[in-house]
């Protein structure tokens, strides 16, 4: 054994090879191992949680990771229908093993020459069935006339399937599959069956992991396997994820295309507009800390945007839109990723989750979110709901390039294509001929087709239907459209194996103008192919309309942000609380580099975050919600009553909820992927539903017209909120808004220890009078924590519009 283990070694030498290449393949084949192992160990752990549910959930319990039907009241467990499915397991186990060897080899050797000796040498399904973790039921947001169910499932099977193509064995040895399914029974009908239809997708891409056996198993290769994973990942994501759907009916002569291919709810339109105090993930030599690159990911269902990259900037301001068509609301949500750019690998700075539902129903949301699974930040997003309108006279151009109308198209199906382009030439017969006669069998066979689409400068490409003249693709797609009346829709159809197109054609929007109902359901005619081919297809266009909102709803606002169930631990016993978190709408930590304007409202904004070790002193969650902005109290000795207008402060942190970062268990995998988190404790013991005042600040504020610069004095602060049991060191920061450099900022000396400092500290700002007119003064109460804290450390904030001010007489207020 020993000396094969140094043949590879004698014989790199004995070739004249570098060492360094016996070095790269030992690399990976280490890097293969350890990934087969990797493998193998989950699925173990998978099988063994899998086993006994009552130790997993206790496992749960202590992990804090625990089935959807546990963290949620409308998700229900359904212990019954697992138990049937266990009993039925063994029996569709058959079925399938039946339709691999008649149904699927036959295709498989049908698809190439050299698949011909394809055989399934052992099909077997396993012992392990599919679970269904929970269930939940729709019933107010949908039609009376359908069934809505999200099934949870999770599928870690013990199947074994092997294949033998020429001699070479390939197989599959063990699988966990899980996400969210969705159900729609519809319609309902008055006789049997009572349900018409059974449409079928998943909500989002599901997690695959798939153990090789064979050959396979050089698919767990370093780089092959990623390659590998994501090209089976969007295999099924193309049939099986939104906007993909499977429609099965279950009654006779019932038409199904609306089914399959219904219209979307709506679009909505995201206006990434700035971030703050984001996380610094840059640094120097491994321990100077640096800015960040941010830019960020934005996806609803499989469509992701990336946004432009803002360089060495934690407070980045973006200002770019995307628009979302949204096809399932309840059921798809708004993901927000941040990430910073590096050479390497990009660092995750937070995310976002924003339910459509309440964004649905707010029509228009302007708010700041905080970002979770991170330690500081916030994203100030705007959200607008566009319906879906059949008028015409919503289709006016819009001034800033945006969408103004969406087009869905229905691809059915074509009609008599010719085998090439050869064939024919605007209805002519071709008279180009062909001496190879491997070539002319070639271009003999049936067109293998697809079709390109495209509008504007968008082009999507439709399945390929092989070796047929009359193919059908039925698929639907969607485009935005700017300019209904100027625009058209190019239809390309190609052969794939010729890469020769087969027909074209162009139809103008404003022929679905024409048509009250905006809709063209017919053939078209192929140009550039035989003179008796067609396409089929139909045509929907609808106009996008922002909705007036409902004065008499109450907006969700910041709460749109879904954070997941909360995990509150008791400090007496082992027993834990499990209740559903809610968001308190404050106003949003206040950053150095905003201007006055860009400040959120009264009931905007989110919770200035604030992280504290758990385990030492565990508290339960207390929410506060409706706090108003602490509006500063005016002193009628000092000036006019209007001379320093009060900014939005920060109200007193709460405790912050955060996600746990460890792999989930088998007893978690149909839960959401928000659905673990840890609670933060916080030494704040804020009364519920008290507004309480951040405290006040003294100052003095005056132009010196022969020095040419404006004098602040800080006199003092009183009643400031502590923010943690040990006390505060307050200190005051003072910018001159817009500059913002370090070398520009004031700041007062640390009083240890107190509520009440008193400072009388003056400081300069050398500008001219005009100057200082078009400036803002930013001020800031600070606690001088230690390095590594985890506590607040703003502790309240003003700015005051210089604009307004008589500043050479000055003015001296709380």
């Known amino acids: 054994r020993a000396l094969l283990w140094l043949g590879p070694v004698y014989l790199a030498g004995y070739l004249g090879l570098s060492g360094s290449w016996l070095l790269l393949a030992l690399a990976l084949w280490l890097c293969w191992g350890l990934n087969r192992r990797g493998k193998r160990d989950r699925l173990a752990a998978a099988f063994a949680l899998l086993e006994d549910e009552r130790e997993a959930v206790c496992r749960g319990l202590a992990a804090r990771h625990l089935p959807a039907w546990v963290h949620f009241p409308d998700v229900e467990r359904v212990e019954w229908l697992n138990k049937v499915l266990v009993q039925a397991w063994p029996y569709f186990g058959t079925i399938m093993e039946k339709t691999f060897k008649e149904v699927l080899e036959p295709k498989i050797r049908a698809k190439s020459v050299h698949l011909k000796t394809c055989t399934f040498t052992k099909i077997h399904f396993g012992e392990k069935c599919p679970r269904i973790n929970g269930i939940k039921a729709y019933t107010k947001e949908i039609d009376r006339r359908q069934v809505t169910l999200d099934l949870q499932i999770c599928y870690i099977g013990d199947c074994e399937i092997h294949m033998d193509i020429s001699k070479f064995n390939l197989g599959v040895k063990g699988v966990q599959l899980y996400g969210t399914l969705r159900v729609i029974l519809e319609p309902l009908l008055t006789d049997a069956p009572f349900v018409g239809a059974v449409t079928l997708f998943f909500m989002q891409k599901p997690h695959l992991e798939i153990n090789w056996a064979g050959m396979s198993n050089l698919l767990d290769v370093p780089g092959i396997n990623v390659v590998s994973d994501s090209l089976i990942q969007d295999f099924i994501a193309a049939r099986l994820v939104l906007p993909n759907r499977i429609t099965v009916p279950l009654k006779k002569n019932m038409n199904i295309a609306h089914l399959r291919f219904p219209v979307p709810q709506g679009v909505i339109r995201v206006h990434l507009l700035e971030a703050e105090n984001l996380v610094q993930k840059d640094n120097f030599l491994g321990a100077i800390r640096g800015k960040s690159d941010p830019y960020a990911l934005l996806r609803v269902g499989t469509v992701q945007y990336r946004s432009k990259t803002v360089s060495r900037d934690l407070n980045p301001i973006w200002n770019e839109t995307f628009e979302f068509v949204v096809h399932e609301v309840p059921g798809q949500d708004l993901e927000v990723d941040l990430y910073d750019e590096d050479p390497d690998k990009d660092d995750f700075m937070g995310s976002l989750l924003i339910s459509l539902v309440d964004v649905m129903n707010d029509r228009t949301v302007d708010e700041w979110f905080p970002l979770s699974k991170t330690t500081s930040g916030h994203l100030h997003l705007k959200l607008e709901w566009l319906s879906l309108v059949n008028d015409q006279e919503k289709l006016h151009e819009d001034k800033k390039g945006l969408s103004t109308a969406i087009l869905i198209v229905y691809l ?291 132009y010196a017209s022969i020095r040419q610069s404006l004098v602040v004095l800080v006199n003092g602060c009183r009643n400031l909120v502590p923010s943690s049991n040990r006390g505060v060191d307050p200190y005051v920061r003072i910018y001159l808004l817009p500059d913002r450099r370090w070398t520009s900022r004031k700041k007062t000396s640390v009083k240890k220890k107190t509520l009440n400092p008193q400072y009388d500290e003056k400081f300069e700002f050398f500008e001219s009078l005009e100057n200082v007119k078009k400036r803002t003064l930013d001020i800031a109460v600070k606690n001088s924590r230690p390095f590594i804290s985890q506590e607040r450390k703003e502790l309240g904030k003003v700015r005051i519009d210089l604009s307004r001010e008589d500043l050479i007489k000055g003015f001296a207020q709380w």
């Open 412 to 702: 059915d199906s074509a009609f008599n294509l010719p085998k090439n382009h050869f064939e024919y030439s605007n209805g002519e017969c071709g008279t180009k001929k062909i001496k190879n006669n491997k070539y002319l069998k070639k271009m003999e066979r049936e067109p293998s087709s697809f079709v390109l689409l495209t509008v504007g400068n968008k082009t999507q490409k439709s399945k390929t239907c092989n070796f047929s003249k009359d193919p059908t693709w039925g698929q639907a797609f969607t485009f935005f459209v700017h300019n209904a009346h100027s625009q058209s829709l190019h239809i390309e159809i190609k052969d794939k194996e010729r890469d020769s197109a087969l027909g074209t054609s162009v139809v103008c929007l404003s022929h679905l103008l024409k048509d009250p109902s905006m809709t063209l359901d017919q053939r078209f005619p192929l140009d550039h192919s035989s003179s008796d081919s067609f396409i089929k297809m139909k045509l929907v266009l609808r106009a996008l309309n922002v909705e007036e909102p409902d004065p008499q709803r109450v907006k969700a606002g910041v709460n749109a942000s879904k954070l997941g169930p909360v995990h509150v631990t008791e400090k007496a016993g082992n027993l834990q609380k499990f209740s559903s978190p809610q968001v308190s709408k404050v106003p949003p930590m206040s950053k150095d580099s905003a201007a006055p304007e860009s400040l959120p409202k009264k009931d905007s904004g989110g919770e200035d975050l604030d992280t504290k070790d758990s385990s030492v002193a565990p508290v339960p969650c207390e929410t506060v919600s409706g706090l108003d902005e602490a509006e500063g109290k005016q002193n009628p000795e000092h000036g006019p009553p209007s001379a320093l207008p009060s900014g939005a402060a920060a109200m007193p942190t709460l405790p912050v909820l955060q996600e746990m970062r460890v792999a989930p268990s088998v007893t978690s995998l149909g839960s959401l992927p928000s659905s673990c988190f840890e609670l933060s404790s916080s030494n704040l013991d804020i009364p519920n539903g008290t507004e309480m005042p951040l405290g006040e600040i003294q100052l003095t504020v005056r």
